[in-house]
């Protein structure tokens, strides 16, 4: 990279250069929407010329066009590693456009090259059926964002820029997605990069004003409140305001110019001196009319500058002969003839203008970070285990072992992975990993820090108490190549439903494009789990994340419950090296009964599901019930209900299974984990009840095993939405997942039981009474309830 | 209300009381998290007056009870109508404290009075087994916010004070809670409140600066950082920072004051002069320590002003001599004998401090919303109707009437009904509403604005682009008495998923709460559904909100799929007037086929589900098999495929079913709507095969039907997860949801059609290649597939 001494000094032939650029783009973006012939307007613009169905978002298109050129340009002269993030993706024309003029899109998609009918393919296939995305989708060279739900461009943006100290993410920020909550708080990731080691973010935040049918905030306050707003947010605004081409490429160019210059110079002071302190670093308000250089006024309504530029800002043309005529001098307004040679290729002067190889922003390998990714090394998870001397013997916190691993895990592979944690790594058990690496930290700093606060400029943990900003963060970082583990409370990682869907879908659709390479998991821990969250009530109880997760593709979504330390473990290990999944992992925190050795537990997540021949004791004939666990305090109780029921029925034989891989529920043929009807059938049997004791809520189990042969004899217990200030055993009986209740079921369902059961259920119908006395007077379990053991 | 003219005007004395008052807040917010005896430490504290499991968020608790009292002493001395927000609702310690002091809790609680045994059971049960809650629960006098999940005490606030005029709704907002995304943007609520017509909300930033193990952002940047984000936020910042008590109290005195009287002083300008502009409304930053009064260290570690106050400061009283000898010296620190009487009530004098009966914050009727709840005037639905001559004749964009009945409400009743979506209010065709009243904006107007932009300060519909903060509005709006409806994207409303989760566990809890008065339904209309979102792809398309709702109490959630304009009114017209339940309407905005007159529709929605005779030919005898149709289009697919299949084979016996009430499905034990097995069985029959066509993921059907008799001959097409640019009809085909699947489908679960119907397979299979053909060729659906209408 060049040194960056040299002040802004740009030719007047160069701003004519830039525009003439930018114009292309623009030409590009109005074609996208509505040409399927005459691309170049070499003919006069005919209706047949026109696409049956308008589609796309021209509004922001030139804004996001204004910004990528201007970015180029300080590319070419400071030889800077640069990628460009479209916060407003459905402004995908405004990025297509310059893509394809640098070349990318024609070397990967080789039917649409650099000639007319390049440019006729492309035009017509853009929001056609099977065709180009209206948004940045994975199949746009260049885009790690897709901007089809708002809210996440700054977060990814600084997960690109973490530990890749040599990049710059420019990411241009919509005035309509900084009304979402993500967005709004996200400007704060400020706090958590340390110019030493990371690279920067430059927002140039598009303030074009207007969202489909609405003024945006940001651009009906004061300049003073939004100068004040950013400065609060810990930047440096700079503006840029106007319409005019010319004077907003000169403005443009000195400020960009020197926001780039001022990043390099933070970045320089901070490595020479090496003491990350926060800067304040710059950013650019950019405000440009919505629809800039689009028509002025359509059938007597302003457009360019207002909120009817968002979409198609002529609609009809096919209909009006006069608007097919305004679309035409709009189109031919920008030149074409000028801009474009005889066989439709780019001005070689203007294709000079682009940077080159994978300098080109849509061919950086950092947005397409699996051609960097580098597998982590991973110390042997085995070395981690807990001694279990029997199954049910002894407890355990489960997560506290995976923090050592993850610690370990940590210090192997400094600048290539990271934990994310809102504010929860401790509480969740995890805090071991401060022993390598504290929690990132750029704010302020108070001497009692020193004592447990575990913060540094230099930490790798990342915990800021926003679930929305720590997953934009770790996206970004897996997608440009890196590693990572996110720990969340269960009740709260509904917060991310929808960055979890979005994600899924990206994942899902890049793994069909050949170009795009794998990227690592998406790693998520979901601990501090309902059944532990007795004492927080309500509010805190909600195992649902799981019905969003399973509504995904399967071959990008994995969901595990591992019951005790060493089945985490070996999850773990796995989930760590895998790519382009999403690992949803469901463990609590507290204390928990342990039960495989680590080579049990290593057989038993292999196969995923799987008897417990130690907690059964049908022998291989035929049992009488089976009884499966899938959750750690599900787990618990489904064992201590065999016991009750073998302690009064000594001739009674149960199967026990338990469930860690999820998706072994499912159909072979609709998910890669689901188990063979075959195998299916040999685990439950095909007649016999099985009493099936989950972690969320029960219907999912339904859901995912209805067509199973046994199905009408599946009974599911789990969380069925009822709640207060507990103990765990108090909830259990709520909830009908404790182990009385379960033995009651049991007994229920087997014939020759019921009527010799009938005092046994009273026994235990009793003894539940007594556990929730003992609970209301002394606001914990009973002893032996809370310190149960497998007795066998 | 007294005219507010006098400064601030304190003396020592009235500032000693306040510090008393203050003290017994403290002290009974760490005897609620230590003590189950010896409640007014009568007697040297002993181990056996100690809880067994100690719970409680200590952290938080001095500071909210310190803005409590001193808002208390506004009202008394100005006769305010205000009430309280905790954002951080696990410090309810600190709330609890000052509403039992007011004697509310003992009103509402008897066996809870006020004296010793009253306090003694307050302290025994709180966080105790089916005892008092952590949070603000429902069971909380005076609460609307629980804060259980953090981040929309803000937007609550909002939602609250609009068309309150009178109304203050004083909020303390966490310093932690600000980290969230949904706090952060909700600061811009104040360019939606109009200072004549809407009341005032006066945010206290609680920056006791730390989290659960993090310091907290907004509390390690600059002074001047933070005084900048609030004045770019719109707000003018007062700072009350310090640590001695009495100090503290003098200074918060004489700021929260002078931030009252700027408030009504603000009002009565605004109201005088007719004029709503957006002033810079005051707000108060207190600064003041973690576990403020708490124990300074605790086994050589800082706890007062550090993390380690967060919870329980001292945590091995039962175990540490030393340190149970610490507690009693903190809590005698408060001096409690100064403060209660013989029999263990509040010294006169300091309950004179409280306000008397509804002026009390916690016995405030706009905290309990359903009191003041007035019933909407409803026009007569009926005459929204669209004409329908004949069923699936005719098109008609399903929402636009809806749109027109809205704006009819709202005529009728102003000030007590609002209408809110996110920008997306004339996407979805409910522009009408503008009519009567205007989008709410108090921020800049340019001259543009006059043309379509429906912007006004008198506005009453809700437009911001953040789901959230329109969610929290609306929340705080219905729960103070009012009424509304919320019409979003369906893709995007997951974005509020775990704002749903929290909303419905409110409900669900409060419903059971013989105190609080019934409120409004939220009513969410989920339009620009997944089968019209062929056009923006893959990331719009996300029919999964509905499996997130049926996770919730059954008493609580009902979900619509009208599938025309004349049900679609029926139903809003229902949902409208009904009270504590969340109202799910699923229903797109585009054009689509009409069915049933509005006689028809009030039939098929009041049974919520049924045969359509004209749709249907097995005329009452058993049919061949019986389609299903749930939602808009999937209704239309299979129509058109009944019609294929009856073209085709004359003889074959076709029951077609639409389904309306989702929860009709479920059985009757589970949900009230339920069907009985009998009707189910009548409907569905018990052995001929059931094609449901289905809106959403097709799992959710199974979930909620598969203890039906007939289950195993249900088969459920729905959204599959399979989407890129398409046109309608071919999203329908790559998801299986259209006629030519539908109808093949039919042919092969059919015996005696299998083998006649090879070549009608064929047929079809052919016609649908011929559909694809035609979009990719074209970018439109076939006219004849476009256009379909039902031919009988």
């Not at 440019?119 to 017509?124: E, Q, T």
Request: proline fraction near 7%.
């Amino acid at each position: 990279m060049n040194a960056p001494t040299q002040l802004p000094d740009i030719s007047e032939q160069e701003l004519y250069r830039i525009d003439a650029y930018w114009r292309a783009c623009n030409y590009l973006a109005a074609g996208m929407i509505y040409l399927r012939d005459n691309p170049l307007l070499r003919e006069p613009l005919q209706i047949e010329h026109i696409k049956n169905r308008l589609l796309g978002h021209w509004g922001a298109s030139p804004g996001l066009a204004f910004g990528y050129v201007h970015m180029n340009r300080l590319i070419k002269k400071y030889d800077f590693n640069a990628i460009f993030m479209a916060g407003p993706g459905h402004g995908a024309p405004g990025v297509l456009g310059p893509i394809y003029l640098e070349g990318t899109y024609s070397e990967i998609y080789p039917n649409k090259g650099e000639d007319e009918d390049g440019i006729k393919l492309f035009f017509k296939e853009f929001s056609f059926p099977g065709g180009i995305g209206s948004h940045c989708t994975p199949e746009t060279p260049g885009s790690i964002h897709e901007g089809g739900e708002l809210g996440y461009s700054i977060s990814h943006a600084f997960g690109a820029a973490y530990d890749n100290p040599d990049l710059i993410v420019t990411v241009m920020v919509g005035d309509g997605e900084s009304e979402t909550a993500p967005l709004a708080t996200s400007w704060h990731s400020n706090k958590f990069l340390n110019p030493v080691r990371d690279g920067a973010v430059l927002p140039i935040l598009h303030l074009n004003g207007y969202k489909i049918n609405n003024p945006t905030i940001l651009s009906r306050i004061s300049h003073e409140e939004l100068d004040n707003l950013f400065r609060g947010y810990g930047w440096t605004p700079h503006f840029v305001e106007g319409s005019d081409p010319l004077a907003m490429h000169a403005r443009m160019a000195e400020v960009l110019e020197q926001c780039v210059l001022e990043i390099r110079r933070i970045q320089a002071e901070a490595r020479t001196s090496n003491h990350p302190v926060r800067p304040r670093w710059p950013m650019i308000v950019l405000r440009s009319p919505k629809g800039w250089t689009g028509p002025k006024e359509v059938n007597g309504h302003k457009v360019e500058g207002f909120w009817r530029a968002h979409q198609v800002p002529i609609g009809d043309v096919r209909s009006n002969p006069e608007n097919l005529h305004k679309l035409e001098a709009w189109l031919r307004s920008y030149k074409p003839e000028e801009l474009f040679d005889q066989n439709g290729c780019l001005m070689p002067e203007l294709k000079a203008l682009a940077p080159r190889y994978t300098r080109r922003m849509s061919a950086n390998p950092h947005a397409n970070g699996g051609l960097l990714r580098k597998a982590l090394r991973m110390p042997d998870f085995r070395d981690y285990a807990a001694d279990v001397s029997g199954p049910g013997k002894t407890s355990a916190e489960n997560t506290r072992p995976l923090g050592k691993l993850l610690r370990d895990i940590m210090a192997q592979n400094m600048n290539n992975f990271r934990v994310f944690g809102p504010d929860e790594n401790s509480s969740n058990k995890l805090d071991n990993v401060y022993e390598v690496s504290k929690k990132t930290w750029l704010a302020d700093f108070l001497p009692e820090d020193a004592d447990g606060s575990e913060l540094s400029p230099d930490g790798r943990v990342m915990e800021m108490l926003s679930e929305h900003t720590l997953e934009g963060w770790l996206e970004g970082y897996l997608l440009t190549g890196r590693h990572g583990f996110f720990s969340t409370y269960e009740a709260f990682v509904h917060v991310i439903d929808s960055m979890f869907n979005q994600h899924a879908k990206w994942l899902a659709m890049s793994n069909e494009i050949p170009w795009r390479a794998p990227v690592s998991s998406l790693n998520l821990l979901i601990t501090s789990t309902v059944w532990r969250q007795d004492h927080n009530g309500f509010t805190h109880q909600d195992p649902g994340f799981l019905d969003v997760v399973v509504n995904k593709s399967p071959k990008v979504t994995r969901i595990y419950l591992p019951p005790d330390v060493n089945t985490l473990l070996c999850v773990a290990n796995d989930c760590l090296q895998s790519t382009d999944f999403i690992n949803v992992i469901v463990c609590d925190k507290q204390k928990h009964l342990q039960y495989l050795t680590m080579e049990q537990a290593i057989k038993h997540c292999t196969k995923g599901i799987g008897i417990w021949d130690w907690a059964s004791n049908d022998e291989g004939s035929e049992p009488d019930m089976v009884m499966v666990g899938c959750g750690d305090i599900p787990t618990k109780e489904a064992l201590a209900a065999t016991v009750l029921l073998r302690e009064s029925f000594p001739d009674i034989k149960i199967r026990f299974i338990n469930v860690v891989d999820l998706y072994k529920l499912t159909p072979s043929s609709e998910h890669p984990h689901g188990l063979s009807d075959k195998d299916f059938d040999s685990l439950f049997t095909i007649d016999r009840p099985i009493i099936f004791n989950f972690h969320g809520y029960p219907w999912l189990i339904h859901r995912l095993a209805y067509r199973r042969t046994n199905h009408k004899n599946l009974h599911v217990r789990g969380y069925k939405e009822k709640g207060s200030i507990n103990t765990p055993l108090e909830l259990a009986i709520q909830n009908e997942i404790d182990r009385f209740s379960l033995a009651i079921d049991v007994i229920d369902r087997i014939p020759r039981l019921r009527v010799a059961g009938a005092h046994v259920k009273e026994r235990l119908r009793d003894k539940q009474i007594e556990c929730r006395h003992y609970a209301y007077e002394h606001g914990v379990d009973l002893p032996e309830a809370d310190g149960w053991t497998w007795p066998y």
